[in-house]
């Protein structure tokens, strides 16, 4: 277990829905990844991530999906590849990331709490 935390540094994390517009291999990656586009809505708009999911979804597979991230992270230099924020997602038994998403439809933008 990690170190235990506030429930004020819990807050400073900002984790919100997004739906997947459009994906795209990242073949230029050092680790095999998909470059996403993600929908926030309105207050946040777009944001791009690169997601090592590769073992579990194709590009074809991702757009509509709903997913979690972390969107206050500054933006990190993946490659050639700007992204903006981090998809979360868990380790199945071999290591490779399954998403995180709600199990019913929200609107873009919407905070986990």
């Not at 900002?14 to 996403?36: C, F, H, S, T």
């Not at 590769?54 to 972390?70: E, F």
């Not at 199945?92 to 873009?108: E, K, T």
Request: no cysteine.
């Amino acid at each position: 277990m990690a170190d235990q935390i506030t429930f004020d540094d819990f807050l400073a994390v900002d984790i919100r829905v997004g739906r997947i517009l459009r994906a795209e291999p990242y073949p230029e990656a050092r680790k095999p990844a998909i470059k996403l586009w993600i929908d926030f809505g309105p207050e946040l708009g777009e944001k791009r991530s690169s997601a090592q999911i590769t073992a579990h979804y194709t590009p074809d597979d991702l757009p509509g999906r709903n997913v979690l991230a972390v969107v206050n992270f500054p933006p990190r230099q993946i490659g050639k590849f700007m992204s903006e924020v981090l998809v979360l997602g868990l380790a199945d038994a071999n290591g490779d990331v399954v998403l995180v998403a709600p199990d019913q439809d929200i609107a873009p933008g919407g905070r986990l709490h």
